[in-house]
Protein backbone atom coordinates (compact mmCIF):
# COMPACT_ATOMS: atom_id res chain seq x y z
CA UNK A 1 0.00 0.00 0.00
CA UNK A 2 1.33 3.75 -1.29
CA UNK A 3 1.88 6.02 1.77
CA UNK A 4 -0.72 8.58 1.57
CA UNK A 5 2.59 10.94 2.75
CA UNK A 6 4.51 9.37 -0.46
CA UNK A 7 5.04 10.81 -3.19
CA UNK A 8 4.82 14.38 -1.72
CA UNK A 9 2.33 16.51 -3.93
CA UNK A 10 1.68 20.42 -4.38
CA UNK A 11 -1.98 21.08 -3.24
CA UNK A 12 -2.51 21.80 -7.57
CA UNK A 13 -0.84 18.29 -8.10
CA UNK A 14 -3.62 16.89 -5.81
CA UNK A 15 -6.43 18.93 -7.64
CA UNK A 16 -5.13 18.01 -10.65
CA UNK A 17 -4.66 14.13 -9.86
CA UNK A 18 -8.09 14.19 -8.29
CA UNK A 19 -9.24 15.55 -11.54
CA UNK A 20 -8.12 13.16 -13.73
CA UNK A 21 -9.38 10.24 -11.66
CA UNK A 22 -12.84 11.78 -11.60
CA UNK A 23 -12.89 12.42 -14.97
CA UNK A 24 -11.50 8.78 -16.14
CA UNK A 25 -13.92 7.64 -13.85
CA UNK A 26 -17.05 9.24 -15.99
CA UNK A 27 -15.59 8.97 -19.26
CA UNK A 28 -13.71 5.85 -19.03
CA UNK A 29 -11.02 7.82 -21.47
CA UNK A 30 -7.30 9.40 -21.17
CA UNK A 31 -8.05 12.83 -20.13
CA UNK A 32 -6.12 15.62 -21.32
CA UNK A 33 -5.30 19.46 -19.95
CA UNK A 34 -7.43 20.42 -22.60
CA UNK A 35 -10.37 18.45 -21.09
CA UNK A 36 -9.36 19.27 -17.56
CA UNK A 37 -9.44 23.09 -18.09
CA UNK A 38 -12.75 22.88 -19.67
CA UNK A 39 -14.77 20.48 -17.23
CA UNK A 40 -12.96 19.61 -14.51
CA UNK A 41 -12.69 24.07 -13.76
CA UNK A 42 -9.51 24.64 -13.30
CA UNK A 43 -8.72 28.11 -13.78
CA UNK A 44 -4.77 27.13 -14.51
CA UNK A 45 -3.53 27.69 -18.34
CA UNK A 46 -3.57 24.16 -20.10
CA UNK A 47 0.36 24.60 -20.38
CA UNK A 48 0.72 24.46 -16.48
CA UNK A 49 -1.70 21.50 -16.50
CA UNK A 50 0.47 19.60 -19.20
CA UNK A 51 2.78 20.57 -17.10
CA UNK A 52 1.94 19.02 -13.82
CA UNK A 53 0.65 15.77 -15.79
CA UNK A 54 4.24 15.28 -16.38
CA UNK A 55 5.16 15.80 -13.18
CA UNK A 56 2.53 13.19 -12.28
CA UNK A 57 3.08 10.76 -14.67
CA UNK A 58 7.09 10.83 -13.70
CA UNK A 59 5.65 10.27 -9.78
CA UNK A 60 4.13 7.23 -11.34
CA UNK A 61 0.66 8.54 -10.35
CA UNK A 62 -0.63 8.79 -14.12
CA UNK A 63 0.90 6.81 -17.61
CA UNK A 64 0.49 8.04 -20.97
CA UNK A 65 -1.67 4.91 -22.89
CA UNK A 66 -0.86 4.08 -26.68
CA UNK A 67 -0.36 7.73 -28.02
CA UNK A 68 -3.29 9.37 -26.55
CA UNK A 69 -2.75 12.78 -25.28
CA UNK A 70 -4.32 12.05 -22.40
CA UNK A 71 -3.50 10.01 -19.06
CA UNK A 72 -5.05 7.79 -16.64
CA UNK A 73 -4.22 6.85 -12.96
CA UNK A 74 -2.36 3.97 -12.39
CA UNK A 75 -2.56 1.91 -9.11
CA UNK A 76 -0.78 3.92 -7.09
CA UNK A 77 -2.65 6.95 -8.54
CA UNK A 78 -5.73 5.39 -7.16
CA UNK A 79 -4.43 4.16 -4.25
CA UNK A 80 -3.05 8.08 -3.38
CA UNK A 81 -6.28 9.81 -4.39
CA UNK A 82 -8.79 6.96 -2.42
CA UNK A 83 -6.33 7.61 0.98
CA UNK A 84 -6.86 11.22 0.60
CA UNK A 85 -10.83 10.55 0.44
CA UNK A 86 -10.38 8.48 3.41
CA UNK A 87 -8.71 10.62 5.55
CA UNK A 88 -11.05 13.30 5.03
CA UNK A 89 -14.42 11.55 5.57
CA UNK A 90 -17.37 12.98 7.35
CA UNK A 91 -18.13 11.79 11.27
CA UNK A 92 -21.48 10.82 9.58
CA UNK A 93 -22.16 8.66 6.82
CA UNK A 94 -24.59 9.46 4.69
CA UNK A 95 -28.42 7.93 4.79
CA UNK A 96 -28.64 5.02 2.54
CA UNK A 97 -32.31 3.65 1.01
CA UNK A 98 -32.50 0.89 3.22
CA UNK A 99 -35.07 0.30 5.49
CA UNK A 100 -34.32 -2.62 7.77
CA UNK A 101 -37.38 -1.72 10.35
CA UNK A 102 -39.56 -4.71 8.91
CA UNK A 103 -37.16 -7.67 9.03
CA UNK A 104 -37.71 -7.81 12.97
CA UNK A 105 -34.69 -9.85 14.24
CA UNK A 106 -33.86 -12.08 10.97
CA UNK A 107 -29.88 -11.21 10.63
CA UNK A 108 -29.89 -12.90 7.22
CA UNK A 109 -32.82 -10.88 5.65
CA UNK A 110 -31.26 -7.93 6.73
CA UNK A 111 -27.75 -8.72 5.05
CA UNK A 112 -29.19 -9.76 1.91
CA UNK A 113 -31.54 -6.48 2.37
CA UNK A 114 -28.34 -4.73 2.74
CA UNK A 115 -26.62 -6.56 -0.40
CA UNK A 116 -29.89 -5.65 -2.85
CA UNK A 117 -29.83 -1.71 -1.80
CA UNK A 118 -25.59 -1.66 -2.28
CA UNK A 119 -26.03 -3.10 -5.66
CA UNK A 120 -29.19 -1.04 -6.50
CA UNK A 121 -27.26 2.34 -5.68
CA UNK A 122 -23.69 1.52 -6.98
CA UNK A 123 -24.40 -0.83 -9.96
CA UNK A 124 -21.45 -2.63 -8.40
CA UNK A 125 -21.22 -6.38 -7.00
CA UNK A 126 -22.18 -6.13 -3.50
CA UNK A 127 -20.71 -8.39 -0.53
CA UNK A 128 -21.95 -8.77 3.00
CA UNK A 129 -20.21 -11.16 5.57
CA UNK A 130 -22.89 -12.55 7.52
CA UNK A 131 -21.65 -12.41 11.98
CA UNK A 132 -19.61 -15.73 12.63
CA UNK A 133 -22.03 -18.50 13.71
CA UNK A 134 -20.01 -18.81 16.69
CA UNK A 135 -20.66 -15.04 17.75
CA UNK A 136 -24.52 -16.05 17.48
CA UNK A 137 -26.18 -16.41 21.09
CA UNK A 138 -28.66 -19.18 22.04
CA UNK A 139 -32.33 -17.45 22.53
CA UNK A 140 -34.22 -20.96 22.82
CA UNK A 141 -33.73 -24.51 23.32
CA UNK A 142 -36.83 -27.19 23.15
CA UNK A 143 -36.11 -31.01 23.87
CA UNK A 144 -38.83 -32.99 22.55
CA UNK A 145 -39.33 -37.29 22.85
CA UNK A 146 -40.75 -37.88 19.71
CA UNK A 147 -40.59 -41.40 20.05
CA UNK A 148 -39.33 -43.58 23.35
CA UNK A 149 -36.11 -43.76 21.84
CA UNK A 150 -36.14 -40.67 20.12
CA UNK A 151 -35.07 -36.79 21.27
CA UNK A 152 -35.08 -33.76 19.05
CA UNK A 153 -33.21 -31.23 19.93
CA UNK A 154 -34.35 -27.40 18.96
CA UNK A 155 -31.82 -24.48 19.37
CA UNK A 156 -32.89 -21.29 17.89
CA UNK A 157 -30.26 -18.22 17.79
CA UNK A 158 -30.47 -14.83 18.08
CA UNK A 159 -30.39 -14.13 14.65
CA UNK A 160 -33.36 -16.25 14.23
CA UNK A 161 -31.72 -19.59 12.55
CA UNK A 162 -33.44 -22.79 13.62
CA UNK A 163 -31.39 -25.57 14.25
CA UNK A 164 -32.66 -29.34 15.00
CA UNK A 165 -30.98 -32.55 15.59
CA UNK A 166 -32.33 -36.34 16.36
CA UNK A 167 -30.85 -38.25 19.11
CA UNK A 168 -31.48 -41.82 19.04
CA UNK A 169 -30.87 -44.18 22.76
CA UNK A 170 -30.63 -47.35 22.90
CA UNK A 171 -32.85 -47.19 26.05
CA UNK A 172 -36.44 -45.68 26.42
CA UNK A 173 -35.74 -41.94 27.46
CA UNK A 174 -37.37 -40.80 30.46
CA UNK A 175 -40.24 -37.68 29.61
CA UNK A 176 -39.46 -36.26 32.97
CA UNK A 177 -35.46 -36.29 31.94
CA UNK A 178 -36.00 -34.54 28.50
CA UNK A 179 -38.41 -32.27 30.19
CA UNK A 180 -35.89 -31.34 32.72
CA UNK A 181 -33.48 -31.26 29.88
CA UNK A 182 -35.30 -28.48 28.26
CA UNK A 183 -35.56 -26.47 31.32
CA UNK A 184 -32.11 -27.00 32.36
CA UNK A 185 -30.74 -25.94 29.30
CA UNK A 186 -32.86 -22.72 29.16
CA UNK A 187 -31.84 -21.76 32.36
CA UNK A 188 -28.28 -22.18 31.90
CA UNK A 189 -26.78 -21.37 28.52
CA UNK A 190 -30.12 -19.13 27.07
CA UNK A 191 -27.77 -16.10 26.14
CA UNK A 192 -24.36 -17.65 25.56
CA UNK A 193 -22.45 -17.92 22.46
CA UNK A 194 -22.60 -20.71 20.58
CA UNK A 195 -19.32 -21.20 20.40
CA UNK A 196 -18.50 -19.76 24.09
CA UNK A 197 -16.63 -22.00 26.53
CA UNK A 198 -19.25 -21.46 29.17
CA UNK A 199 -21.99 -22.67 26.87
CA UNK A 200 -19.70 -26.00 26.85
CA UNK A 201 -19.16 -25.86 30.86
CA UNK A 202 -23.19 -26.19 31.31
CA UNK A 203 -23.35 -29.44 29.39
CA UNK A 204 -20.56 -30.86 31.92
CA UNK A 205 -21.69 -29.48 35.08
CA UNK A 206 -20.06 -31.76 38.01
CA UNK A 207 -22.73 -30.47 40.09
CA UNK A 208 -25.28 -33.08 37.78
CA UNK A 209 -25.84 -36.57 38.35
CA UNK A 210 -23.91 -38.88 36.24
CA UNK A 211 -27.44 -39.54 34.35
CA UNK A 212 -28.06 -35.91 33.43
CA UNK A 213 -24.72 -35.51 32.25
CA UNK A 214 -25.10 -38.40 30.38
CA UNK A 215 -28.06 -37.25 28.77
CA UNK A 216 -26.70 -33.52 28.08
CA UNK A 217 -23.81 -35.19 26.54
CA UNK A 218 -25.81 -37.02 23.78
CA UNK A 219 -27.77 -33.60 22.86
CA UNK A 220 -24.46 -31.43 22.62
CA UNK A 221 -23.86 -32.12 18.78
CA UNK A 222 -26.82 -29.98 19.04
CA UNK A 223 -24.77 -27.19 20.03
CA UNK A 224 -21.20 -28.30 18.50
CA UNK A 225 -22.31 -29.77 14.62
CA UNK A 226 -23.55 -26.60 14.11
CA UNK A 227 -20.35 -24.93 14.13
CA UNK A 228 -18.29 -27.32 12.38
CA UNK A 229 -20.38 -27.96 9.64
CA UNK A 230 -21.32 -24.74 9.12
CA UNK A 231 -19.68 -22.34 6.82
CA UNK A 232 -20.06 -18.41 7.29
CA UNK A 233 -22.60 -17.32 4.49
CA UNK A 234 -21.60 -14.54 2.21
CA UNK A 235 -24.27 -12.70 0.57
CA UNK A 236 -23.45 -11.12 -3.12
CA UNK A 237 -25.64 -9.40 -5.12
CA UNK A 238 -25.42 -7.11 -8.48
CA UNK A 239 -23.77 -9.80 -10.30
CA UNK A 240 -25.05 -8.96 -13.92
CA UNK A 241 -25.22 -5.15 -13.01
CA UNK A 242 -21.87 -5.14 -12.42
CA UNK A 243 -21.15 -6.34 -15.93
CA UNK A 244 -22.46 -2.27 -17.14
CA UNK A 245 -19.40 -1.35 -15.48
CA UNK A 246 -16.82 -3.19 -17.18
CA UNK A 247 -15.50 -1.93 -20.63
CA UNK A 248 -14.97 -4.79 -23.38
CA UNK A 249 -11.33 -4.87 -22.78
CA UNK A 250 -12.21 -5.96 -19.24
CA UNK A 251 -13.93 -8.82 -19.74
CA UNK A 252 -10.92 -10.97 -18.75
CA UNK A 253 -11.27 -9.73 -15.31
CA UNK A 254 -14.71 -10.27 -14.77
CA UNK A 255 -14.96 -13.71 -15.98
CA UNK A 256 -11.65 -13.98 -13.23
CA UNK A 257 -13.86 -11.94 -10.54
CA UNK A 258 -16.67 -15.02 -10.93
CA UNK A 259 -14.52 -17.31 -10.82
CA UNK A 260 -13.22 -16.22 -7.16
CA UNK A 261 -16.66 -15.94 -6.12
CA UNK A 262 -17.37 -18.89 -6.48
CA UNK A 263 -14.78 -20.17 -3.85
CA UNK A 264 -16.14 -17.82 -1.56
CA UNK A 265 -13.66 -18.97 1.22
CA UNK A 266 -10.93 -16.89 -0.75
CA UNK A 267 -13.45 -13.57 -0.75
CA UNK A 268 -14.24 -14.57 3.39
CA UNK A 269 -10.38 -14.50 3.88
CA UNK A 270 -10.00 -11.32 2.24
CA UNK A 271 -12.99 -9.54 4.43
CA UNK A 272 -11.86 -10.99 7.29
CA UNK A 273 -8.34 -9.25 6.87
CA UNK A 274 -10.27 -6.27 7.18
CA UNK A 275 -12.25 -6.51 10.48
CA UNK A 276 -9.43 -5.35 12.33
CA UNK A 277 -10.00 -2.18 11.81
CA UNK A 278 -13.40 0.28 12.69
CA UNK A 279 -12.79 2.36 9.78
CA UNK A 280 -13.57 1.66 5.59
CA UNK A 281 -11.07 0.65 3.77
CA UNK A 282 -10.06 0.40 0.15
CA UNK A 283 -8.42 -1.92 -1.90
CA UNK A 284 -6.90 -0.96 -5.07
CA UNK A 285 -5.52 -3.74 -7.98
CA UNK A 286 -2.29 -5.23 -6.64
CA UNK A 287 -3.80 -4.86 -2.99
CA UNK A 288 -5.87 -7.68 -3.75
CA UNK A 289 -3.17 -9.82 -4.46
CA UNK A 290 -4.08 -11.67 -7.60
CA UNK A 291 -2.54 -11.14 -11.03
CA UNK A 292 -5.91 -11.65 -12.65
CA UNK A 293 -7.65 -8.80 -10.33
CA UNK A 294 -5.14 -5.99 -11.34
CA UNK A 295 -8.34 -4.04 -12.74
CA UNK A 296 -10.52 -4.95 -9.70
CA UNK A 297 -10.97 -2.63 -6.44
CA UNK A 298 -12.72 -3.31 -3.31
CA UNK A 299 -14.08 -0.88 -0.92
CA UNK A 300 -15.74 -1.66 2.26
CA UNK A 301 -16.66 -1.05 6.00
CA UNK A 302 -17.16 -3.25 8.96
CA UNK A 303 -20.13 -3.37 11.31
CA UNK A 304 -21.15 -4.58 14.29
CA UNK A 305 -20.73 -3.85 18.02
CA UNK A 306 -18.81 -0.89 20.09
CA UNK A 307 -16.16 -3.33 21.13
CA UNK A 308 -16.91 -6.07 18.33
CA UNK A 309 -16.90 -6.29 14.15
CA UNK A 310 -19.26 -8.93 13.42
CA UNK A 311 -18.99 -8.57 9.35
CA UNK A 312 -18.15 -6.44 6.31
CA UNK A 313 -19.92 -4.19 4.16
CA UNK A 314 -18.16 -4.08 0.92
CA UNK A 315 -18.48 -3.45 -2.88
CA UNK A 316 -16.76 -5.10 -5.68
CA UNK A 317 -15.98 -3.32 -9.55
CA UNK A 318 -13.27 -2.38 -11.52
CA UNK A 319 -10.65 0.17 -10.74
CA UNK A 320 -12.45 3.01 -11.91
CA UNK A 321 -15.28 3.02 -10.27
CA UNK A 322 -17.03 6.18 -8.14
CA UNK A 323 -15.00 5.80 -5.08
CA UNK A 324 -16.64 8.58 -3.50
CA UNK A 325 -20.05 6.99 -4.50
CA UNK A 326 -18.39 3.63 -3.10
CA UNK A 327 -17.52 4.61 0.03
CA UNK A 328 -20.11 6.60 1.02
CA UNK A 329 -22.57 3.24 0.18
CA UNK A 330 -20.67 0.73 2.58
CA UNK A 331 -20.27 3.54 5.39
CA UNK A 332 -23.96 4.11 5.14
CA UNK A 333 -24.94 -0.04 4.90
CA UNK A 334 -22.57 -0.45 7.94
CA UNK A 335 -23.84 1.81 9.53
CA UNK A 336 -27.30 0.73 9.45
CA UNK A 337 -26.46 -2.70 10.02
CA UNK A 338 -24.27 -1.88 13.21
CA UNK A 339 -27.75 -0.34 14.34
CA UNK A 340 -29.71 -3.69 13.69
CA UNK A 341 -27.24 -5.75 15.44
CA UNK A 342 -27.12 -3.58 18.68
CA UNK A 343 -30.84 -4.93 19.65
CA UNK A 344 -29.38 -8.87 19.16
CA UNK A 345 -26.23 -9.71 19.98
CA UNK A 346 -24.90 -8.47 23.74
CA UNK A 347 -21.69 -6.41 23.56
Excluded at 26 to 32: C, D, F, I
Excluded at 273 to 292: I, N
Aim: aromatic share 6%; hydrophobic share 40%; charged share 25%.
Amino acid sequence: MVDTQQPGLTPRQELILASVVEEYVATGTPVGSKTLVQRAGLELSSSTVRHELAVLEEQGLLTHPHTSAGRVPTDTGYRFFVDGLLERLEPRPADLALDLSQVESQVDMALRATTDALADVTHLLALVSAPPLETTTVRHVEVLLLQPHVVMVVVISSTGGVTKRLCTFEEPVDAGLAEWAGQYLNETVAGLQLGARLLRSRLDDPGLSDGERGFLDRLRPAFTDVLAGEEQMLYVGGTAGVLDEFRADEFRTYRRLLEVLEHRAAVLDLLRASLVSKRPFVRVGADLDDPDLVGVALVGAPYGLRQRNLGTVSLLGPMRMDYVKAIAAVRSGAHELSRFVEDIYED
